[in-house]
Structure formats: structure tokens, C-alpha cells
């Protein structure tokens, strides 16, 4: 569960953090797209349809702003051109395609500058820094009193218990005193309806009283979960989702198809829940994950030459950012699987954090 509770990067991940993707689109008020009538929100459909959000769906937002001036300038440029130029008439055609991609420009330059407004606010950029702090579990007194400093600003309640959630899971629970007084303060901060809410994260595991020494260290390090000077623009590992951080689930992904399992059995042992492995019978042509070929191998490819599948299914739902990770990893050269994602549900921290919440009376 640490991964949900950090803020998603992607340009996708962005979207549903701020915006909510409910069925492969946005609502929102007209003028966030530039049109004039108010009143009625529109839908903003997302999906590889759009040509131009297939290509950037799942960049670092950093990126995307680059991307999106890049093509906008070479679409200026084209256009002077042929104001000024004699064009021939295979070049005509190539400008009018282009000019027909004019839409999907100018909807996703509305919704990155609308995306803008949150992630250029200090606020934004100081819970980035704390999520970083959090997962690198080794600043304790400077996480506890980030979110005290919150709870009494009354941040908004969801982003709050997704700093809290972050700092329990890492630090494998909080002291008694210490989960005592931050449960006393978001009550009085809050109110005491949030009192359910509290008891149902508790309930979950989410939130507790530290009883054991924290793995979280061992984990993050054997798995090199965080990966410092990490390149957004050009990345080379899947932790640009996060800008530095590995989403968890997807390491063990590509460790499972590089090595497979047996490797990481001591690992898998401080994860929380039951692990297993299952092989298949009958289909001894078809590998398992004990005999999958890593990197340095020749690419597994079936009959008629593409690669074989490898399914990745999320019980419980999926962040839009670790899809974004997988979509990385399957299509690096490297990869001997292509791989398919199967999810009960699109989740985000703000999502899942609200499914514990409880309307008293």
C-alpha cells in the first residue's frame, strides 16, 4: 500500500489525482478547455484513440510540457512555411494531417496547463519532498512533525491520512504515544465523525500501533526501490513514474520475469500477506516464472515470432502510474515478455483512502 498513498507522476497518474478519470474520461467546467458557455460540465475523453495522448500518457509530467511546446512550435513552423513557400501538393497533405491533430493539441495544452495550477503550488512541491522523506524512513522526528504541522493547518483530510498511511506502513506502525496523539488531533481537527474512519484503517492495518521493528529498509534496499538522480526525460529504470521512487508491485514484476520467484523468497517473507507459486501442468512447452528468461537471454517468442504473455493481475486495483511502469518495462528491447495487465479497478490514494470512510447518523 505505499505505493497508492505517494502522488502519481505521469501525466496520466496527474489526471486522476486531480481530475478523477471515471471510464476513460474527465469532467470538467467548459472554460478549462477554452470554451466560452458556462453551466454544464463536458466530458474529456482519454484513450489511445487519441493519437497524441497515447504518446504521453505516460510521461513524467515534467516532460509533457516539452512534448506538447515542441509540437506546437514545429506546427508554427510548417504553417510558415507554407505561407511563405510553394508547396507541392504531397506536402499540402502532409500540413492538412497535421492541422487534423489540431484538436487533440489544443485539448491536452488546457489540460497540462490546468494540472499546472496544482503542481506548481509550494504545498504540492513541500508533500512531494515529505512522500520522498517518508519512503527513505530515516528522518522520523521530521516526518511526525510535517504531519502534526498539517493536521493543525487543516490540510485538506485525504491528502493528511495519505501522509499518515505512508509514514505507518514505512515505520511498520506508529509508537502508542505517537499514534495516539496524531489519532487524538485529527479528531479534533476534523471532528469526531472521522472516528469510524480512524477504526476502519485500523482495522485494515493501515494505520497502527508500531508492535515490531520495521522491514521497510530491507525491503526498499534489497529491491532498490529508490533510484537516485533519477532521468525524466530519458528514463532507464521504472521509478521516473515517481520521479525517484520504484513502485513496489512492479519491481517484483520485472525481478519475477527476470529470475523468477525463488530469488526473492526471503523477500516476499517481510511482504505482508500469503505468497505462493503454482505451476501449471500439461503445457511443458510453456515456461514458468521458475524458468523465465531474463534479460541477457535470447526473447521467448511463440510460433509465429512475437513474444510470449506474461499476465500481471492486481486484486484490489491498480494505480494509473505502476500501468505506466509496465508499459515501460514491456516495451524495452531487453524484455522477453509482452506483458498484459488485468485489474479489479483503476485506484488512486484519494480513492482507496475514501472506501474506508464511514457517513455517521
Known sequence: ???PMCSQLTYEGLLDEFLHINNGAVELDPSIMGAQQEGKKIKVPLNSSDKLFKEIRDLNFEVVAQVLRQKATSMKQDYTEMTTTNQTVSELKDFVKKLNS????????????????????QS?????????????????DICFDYIEESIHKQEPLVSVLRLLILFSITN????????????????HSYGFEHIAMLNNLEKAGL?????????????????????EDTDTANPNDIAYVFSGYAPLSIRLVQQAVRSGWRPMEEILKLLPGPHSETKRGGFSSSPSFDTLHGASAAVDRVADGRRSLV???FIGGVTFAEISALRFLSAQETMAYDL?????????????IETYMEKLG
Do not use: C
Not at 489540431?102 to 506548481?120: C, D, G, K, W, Y
Open 207 to 227: 494505520l497502527k500501533k508500531q508492535e515490531n521493528k520495521s522491514n521497510w529498509l530491507t525491503i526498499k534496499r534489497t529491491l532498490q526501490l529508490v533510484v
Open 124 to 140: 504540492f512541491l513541500s508533500r512531494l519532498d515529505m512522500e520522498q522523506t517518508l519512503i527513505e524512513a530515516q528522518s522520523y
Open 311 to 313: 499476465l500481471v493481475v
Open 340 to 352: 498484459i495487465i488485468g485489474t479489479t479497478k483503476i485506484v488512486s490514494g484519494n480513492t482507496l
Open 172 to 187: 511498520s506502525g506508529l509508537p502508542k504515544r505517537n499514534f495516539d496523539h496524531l489519532r487524538r488531533e485529527l479528531l
Open 102 to 121: 489540431l484538436p487533440e493539441m489544443t485539448r491536452h495544452i488546457n489540460l497540462a496547463q490546468h494540472l499546472s495550477t496544482f503542481t506548481s503550488k
Open 1 to 3: 500500500m505505499v505505493t
